[in-house]
Every structure is written in structure tokens, then in C-alpha cells.
């Protein structure tokens, strides 16, 4: 099972942490990410992360605005998100993909989350 939290409503420009926390096993060696739905859009990628090596690879809409980490001890992971845009405003989330890549497509990702709202106004 996986929880997320952290989400909410901030103003352009302000910050938010997401975090989201793994039950039921341990997933310490899959990898861990966050993909998001706007109103009206299709779901996209934003961020992952491995397990080993800590590789990440972000969504070009996010790269330099958005970090993201994990507490393997914990089985949680987070994203710092900065400098947010009323763009970022979605459904954010999280992911595990059990065979520890680092992929942008949906598909290949094995657990999802319930999602946390992230409402940026302008």
C-alpha cells in the first residue's frame, strides 16, 4: 500500500514536499517515483528514483524546480517541489516499478498511490 501526503493550495512561485510511505513489505530495492493528471490531461511522469545507485530522471517541465529522494529505511520517498507554477497543479502520484528502472512510462510501473491534490494559484 502506499500513502501519499503533503499535498494542498500555495501561490505561484511558493514550495511543497510530498512524501510518500510504502506498507505491507519492504521495497527497498524498487524504484520509487511520482507522476501527476491536470484537470482535462493525461496522466505524465514527473519524477523517479532508484534504489542503489540514487539515479533520478525528471520530466523536462520539472527539472530544476523539483527534487526527489528516499528514505530506504523508512520505504518512503519524497519531492520537494519549488518555484511552483500554476501549471503544476494535479493529482500527484506515487509509484513503485519492481524491476528498479528509471522508466518515464506508466505501464511499467507495478503499485500506485491514491493521489494528493497540488492546487498553484496564480
Known amino acids: 500500500q502506499l500513502q501519499a501526503f503533503g499535498g494542498g493550495l500555495v501561490q505561484t512561485g511558493n514550495s511543497l514536499r510530498l512524501s510518500c510511505t510504502a506498507s505491507?513489505?519492504?521495497?527497498?530495492?524498487?524504484?520509487m517515483g511520482w507522476f501527476r493528471q491536470a484537470p482535462g490531461k493525461e496522466r505524465e511522469f514527473v519524477a523517479a528514483?532508484?534504489?542503489?545507485?540514487?539515479?533520478?530522471n525528471y520530466a523536462d517541465s520539472v527539472k530544476g524546480r523539483f527534487t526527489i529522494s528516499r528514505d530506504g529505511l523508512k520505504n518512503t520517498v519524497y519531492l520537494q517541489m519549488d518555484s511552483l507554477k500554476p501549471e503544476d497543479t494535479a493529482i500527484y502520484y506515487c509509484?513503485?516499478?519492481?524491476?528498479?528502472?528509471?522508466?518515464?512510462?506508466?505501464?511499467?510501473?507495478?503499485?500506485w498511490g491514491q493521489g494528493t491534490l497540488v492546487t498553484v494559484s496564480s
Open positions: 509509484v513503485i516499478d519492481r524491476s528498479g528502472r528509471l522508466s518515464t512510462t506508466q505501464t511499467r510501473y507495478d503499485y
Open positions: 505491507g513489505r519492504s521495497f527497498v530495492a524498487y524504484t
Open positions: 528514483i532508484s534504489w542503489k545507485l540514487r539515479s533520478t
